[in-house]
């Protein structure tokens, strides 16, 4: 917490607004607008997952339609898909940005095509806060007429070419949930361009009740809005996104720093300066040819030491539920989960935390 928080979520205990809609609500929905600019509109939603289910409805995904998906990813990235009776079509990742392969992504369209099943949307993930591709993304979805969802829930803060994560799709989904970069402990966010998809979002994500006197409703709704409290902590965290994005940043520095002299181990950088990531999480890979420790002894010997780490996600074609969905590219998703482990990147670590850390892995390499 930044220590803002309290006065918001005061506001609404004074205001008498306990409920999903109020001051808080509105005004973290024109923070998160002013802070992504390109006149975009936010509607602000229970979860980033709420946000992605909303975004397909919103494109007509229906039972029996196709949707593309970065394999590479967490299960919330392609769950609404199977929510809405669709199939998810998951794509490879490529090994600079670790996001969707552009060439895997045209095979997959023009096979789905040939097959006579033209994907509805493409799901685009920005990983861990690394933006994808999205030159190379856009022409794919221009060139074949595909909208595109971006799943910004880790990157809010990061930027492709100076235009913020969320932005540059037809729809951008953001996540508050409690491990993020900010938090309303549970929540997230739609990013539209025009004000009539925001409106219709919080139409649908309000029981979708009719302008009517009495309850009616002529669509099937969710309840899906933000509670006026939870907005009050993100308008809190919103004054500190900023410095949560630096310190970030300087943990994924902290370890390209130790690991510059260490053989067999990559730190997950930016390819290049048009490239600007919040690293959310910091991540390396292993190599277990090349390194002298490979990854499963980090992860133990971290662990060991009550130094939390994590193996990088397992991609969505690898997992038992969607064991039947059609896959397009190689193994890089493959690979770098089989290397990769996800590093402490908390934004308040402190000093005497990360040289507990750091007298662990020099141990480690020496």
Known sequence: ????????????????????????????????????????????????????????????????????????????????????????????????????????????????IAKGKKPKAIIVVHLYGMPAKMDEILAISNKYEIPIIEDSAEALGSTYKGKSCGTFGTFGVLSFNGNKIITTSGGGALVAHQKEQKDKAIFLATQARDAAVHYQHSEIGYNYRLSNISAGIGRGQMLVLNDRVKARRAMNVFYADFFKEVAGVTVFQEPDDSFFSNHWLSAAIFDSKLAKVDKQRVYETLHKNNIECRPLWKPMHLQPVFKNAPYYGGAVAENLFSSGLCLPSGSNLSSEELLRIENVLKELFK
């Open 1 to 112: 917490m930044g220590g803002k928080e309290f006065d918001f979520v005061k506001s609404a205990f004074d205001e008498n607004w306990i409920a999903p809609l109020g001051p808080n609500v509105t005004g973290f929905e024109q923070d998160l607008e002013h802070f992504l600019k390109e006149n975009c509109h936010v509607a602000a939603l229970s979860s980033g997952t709420a946000a992605l289910h909303l975004a397909l409805i919103l494109l007509g995904v229906q039972n029996g339609d196709e949707v593309i998906c970065q394999s590479m990813t967490f299960s919330a990235s392609a769950n609404p898909i199977a929510y809405l009776g669709a199939t998810p079509v998951f794509v490879d990742s490529e090994s600079e940005t670790w996001n969707i392969c552009p060439v895997a992504l045209e095979d997959a369209v023009v096979d789905r």
